[in-house]
């Protein structure tokens, strides 16, 4: 009854199996259920014991101690190998179906020893409240954490397809990852800025990447909305088209602060009907953007089609090594290329290199970080364009 899944016997309850309900009853009320079951086994066991006693009396007398001494440990040696291991061993190996079956006959244990149980009961329950002991006994109030969530999604890895089981488990972690980890880095965002020329809007949007574009006025930090590019397609056969048509067409733009989960903020998408939200730090200032597809993808995996800007962030040598921009980001970098960089606090591969030298590098500096040696090809404008990551292979066990 104890070692039974409950997640087994909560499906065949819904299900409507008998059995079933009567068992998860049963468990409802561990007490009554335990008291029972060790009221009938010690009277049986004091029972066995007595008997025993009465037998060796009669046919070696009250003077044979040495025959009472022998039938005294038979008994316990018996009743430990076919009243205690043999028969819980054999039901915790099948708990489901010796558990099922046999709650017929504990339902009706129960209500057997009802009035002495309840007195015991009753006393076991003062005790603890003496002791300031908090006892839950229904153990299907028991709440599953996301951590067990997770342990069972691994220990079902025989039964689930090795994809699955890793949407599965990213649908867990999404709960731990916040926005800024999977964002699309300021310095990458594709924008609208509204005081340029007429000619230059144009031609940014006859040639943009995306549906969806933010629009500044002067500083990027200056957002004043978010531009459809449909709904801008007509406008662009006027002659006299310019900025004031764009800001017509502009979407109230969505802030995200910067710590929020991937999980919340599906849901704040969702509720607000939005793709795309604006990331800013404590002081208000533009850290990035992330997008329905960005947490989507962090589930299920890459699908949707990426601009230039945003592939051939690596490029594999002959050696083995690669090429990286010290723009990519380290879960990216983790998740195509299978490696084992931090991700306690810098976010990209240029973040984890300047935290680890705590200054800015030159081209040809060497160093290692998670086990991986690491070279500095080039350095632009106070960060690393690009390093050369050597592919260390894991070490063998011995």
Known sequence: MMAINRYRLNHLVRKGNKSAKLTAKLLAQTDKLLGSILLGNTLLNVAAATLTEFIVLRLFGHDNSTALLLGTLSITFMLLIFSEIMPKVIAASHAERIALPSSYALSLLIKLFYPAVSIATAIVRGFLWLMRIKVQTDQSKNKVSMEDLRMLVLEAGNFLPRKHQKMLLNLVDIERIAVNDVMVPRNQIETLDLNAPPDVLRQQLATCHHTLLPVHEGALDNIVGILHVRRVLALLQREDFNSGDLRELLLEPYFIPTDTTLLSQLHHFQERHLRLGLIVDEYGE?????????????????????????????????????????????????????????????????????????????????????????????????????????????????
């Open 286 to 398: 533009l850290l990035g953007l992330v997008t329905l597809e960005n947490i989507l993808e962090e589930i299920v995996g890459e699908f949707t089609t990426q601009s230039p800007a945003q592939t051939g962030k690596f490029m594999r040598q002959g050696d083995g090594s690669l090429f990286v921009e010290g723009s990519m980001l380290l879960r990216d970098l983790n998740r195509k290329l299978g490696l084992h960089f931090p991700l306690d606090d810098a976010k990209t591969l240029n973040g984890l290199i300047l935290e680890h030298l705590q200054d800015i590098p030159e081209a040809g500096t060497s160093l290692k970080i998670g086990g991986y040696p690491i070279e500095i090809i080039q350095t632009q404008d106070r960060v690393v364009k690009v390093a050369k990551v050597f592919l260390v292979p894991p070490k063998q066990e011995s």
